[in-house]
T-cell receptor, first 111, second 115 residues
Framework: EDQVTQSPEALRLQEGESSSLNCSYTVSGLRGLFWYRQDPGKGPEFLFTLYSAGEEKEKERLKATLTKKESFLHITAPKPEDSATYLCAVQVRGGSYIPTFGRGTSLIVHP | EPEVTQTPSHQVTQMGQEVILRCVPISNHLYFYWYRQILGQKVEFLVSFYNNEISEKSEIFDDQFSVERPDGSNFTLKIRSTKLEDSAMYFC?????????????FGSGTRLTVV
């Protein structure tokens, strides 16, 4: 069965303290992997799509990378406004176009 | 920036009542979706809609649920007879093309509370 696992479940950082969030997947074949940001009481906000191992995407302090088994979302010198839940979703090759979401990592950045 | 608009933001309903959740997707998008998120749990797919018909649905989307695009702008989710376990955030999303290479645009959600 296809599965998406995100770790850690929660992460607390000090402002400026860089770290990485992990999304590991066990799917029969990956069509695409998506990262979203979700603020409390809001809908997910699209960040990145990655398609193949070795691919990287960047946006401000965020950089997403992809291997054959997992993706990392690196946060460099985070600020309090980066506090949110970060969701990973995978789209399986040869199957539905509908991506399956992981449970997310809740990030809190303290000033 | 274009956005997906959902109304109401919060709905409280009695068990067994019908509710209609409303969404206005981005105007030039072609694909529409409903997702739900039970408190503390992951975002779950309900249904996708394209060309005025359901293109895909999950096991959650049973006969109690229906979707409709009554005009050129609105997209609705109806729950016929609500249950306590239907309490959740319901998100509408839209996208320009199938395959979703560019991700979905989500609305801010409707918090449904069934009492």
């Amino acid at each position: 069965e296809d599965q998406v696992t995100q770790s850690p479940e929660a992460l607390r950082l000090q402002e400026g303290e860089s770290s990485s969030l992990n999304c590991s997947y066990t799917v029969s074949g990956l069509r695409g992997l998506f990262w979203y940001r979700q603020d409390p009481g809001k809908g997910p906000e699209f960040l990145f799509t990655l398609y193949s191992a070795g691919e990287e995407k960047e946006k401000e302090r965020l950089k997403a990378t992809l291997t054959k088994k997992e993706s990392f979302l690196h946060i460099t010198a985070p600020k309090p406004e980066d506090s949110a839940t970060y969701l990973c979703a995978v789209q399986v090759r040869g199957g539905s176009y509908i991506p399956t979401f992981g449970r997310g990592t809740s990030l809190i950045v303290h000033p | 920036e274009p956005e997906v608009t959902q109304t109401p933001s919060h709905q409280v309903t009695q068990m067994g009542q019908e509710v209609i959740l409303r969404c206005v997707p981005i105007s030039n998008h072609l694909y529409f979706y409903w997702y739900r998120q039970i408190l503390g749990q992951k975002v779950e797919f309900l249904v996708s809609f394209y060309n005025n018909e359901i293109s895909e649905k999950s096991e959650i989307f049973d006969d109690q649920f229906s979707v409709e695009r009554p005009d050129g702008s609105n997209f609705t989710l109806k729950i016929r007879s609500t249950k306590l376990e239907d309490s959740a955030m319901y998100f509408c999303a839209s996208s320009g093309t199938g395959g979703e290479n560019y991700g979905y645009t989500f609305g801010s959600g409707t918090r449904l509370t069934v009492v």
